[in-house]
């Protein structure tokens, strides 16, 4: 049977191809090589023919994915075609091989099986490099994008840099006490990427919402416009006899006690229910501007705003803001 195989692959293949060829019968044992398979793999003929597959390349536990691969496809019951990329360890260095391990048939019957191996240790260095210098890259912009978003607003400073720091400080105490949630290198990296993306939606949230320090934000300088216009309609409204003085400054007392209520609530960090009480009595009230339209001393935006129990932001701005 050995003759046969032989035969075949004269047939088949030219013998000074540059890549290797191996013929494994199915007892596992090397039948053939060619002259690229003894400069790939760095061991003559005789060290291999003969020899079963896994006494043959058993030197280093790098090789348990080569011998698998030739193995799998000797007891491969469909004959399926079995492609792998493989490290493989020839006399102390690790090489990459690329293998395609496919039947060996002769009348029909299954005599073994023929594995073409490629080193394609150069390709696969170039490719890590590409790829770690895309990763570099990546890096690179994903820290200017971070930069940006903490430049944007003094609220919003270093904070992403602070971040990540603590991000890196729990990751290396996970490798210092050897916790079972260690990260391995590739999964460091991508869980510190995604920290330092953790704002970058805050790219396209407008200003006026980053930066917003009260309820109101600018709301509140056209409140106390508003609240100066009433005061010179009343005025308006005493000259034309619709008032008289004493009413004017009753409404203009109310009102002062009001807008200094409308201050507190647009600046406080929380605010209690007794407050929102107030609010409410403030709410309802009214005023007749220049046109003699009646309008209510609050708009619907404005009473939104300055109901926000806690901080500064609305449900709307705090969906802008990804919270």
Not at 252 to 266: C, P, Q, S
Request: aromatic content about 6%.
């Amino acid at each position: 049977m050995e003759g046969k195989i032989h035969s075949q692959i004269s047939d088949i293949i030219v013998k000074d191809m540059m890549e290797g060829v191996i013929a494994v019968n199915c007892e596992g044992v090397i039948s053939y090589v060619n002259n690229a398979t003894e400069m790939i793999l760095r061991k003559t003929r005789d060290q291999l023919e003969g020899k079963s597959v896994v006494s043959a390349f058993f030197e280093s536990e790098l090789n348990d994915e080569f011998n698998q691969t030739i193995m799998d496809a000797i007891y491969d019951k469909d004959g399926a075609v079995h492609e792998s990329l493989v490290p493989y360890c020839a006399n102390g260095k690790i090489i990459q091989l690329h293998m395609i391990a496919s039947i060996l048939r002769e009348n029909g019957k299954k005599v073994g099986v023929i594995v073409v191996i490629g080193d394609v240790t150069e390709f696969v260095e170039q490719r890590a490099r590409a790829a770690e210098q895309t990763l570099r890259l990546l890096d690179s912009v994903v820290r200017t994008l971070s930069q940006a978003i903490d430049e944007r607003s003094s609220y919003t400073a270093n904070h992403t840099r602070n971040v990540v720091q603590i991000a890196e400080s729990f990751l290396d105490w996970l490798d210092k006490t050897d916790h079972p949630w260690k990260f391995e290198e590739s999964r460091r990296r991508s869980f510190l990427m995604s920290v330092w993306l953790h704002d970058v939606g805050k790219l396209a949230v407008p200003l006026e919402i980053m930066d917003k320090e009260s309820k109101l934000g600018a709301q509140m300088k056209v409140i106390e416009d508003r609240f100066v216009k009433i005061s010179l309609l009343d005025e308006i409204a005493v000259y034309r006899g619709e008032i008289t003085a004493e009413e004017k400054e009753v409404r203009k007392k109310d009102r002062d006690v009001a807008l200094d209520e409308i201050r507190r609530i647009n600046r406080a960090e929380f605010v209690p229910d007794e407050k929102l009480e107030l609010l409410k009595k403030i709410m309802v009230e009214k005023y007749h501007d220049e046109s003699g339209e009646e309008k209510p001393i609050l708009t619907e935006e404005e009473i939104e705003n300055l109901s926000i129990r806690k901080r500064t932001l609305n449900d709307r701005e705090r969906a802008d803001m990804g919270l």
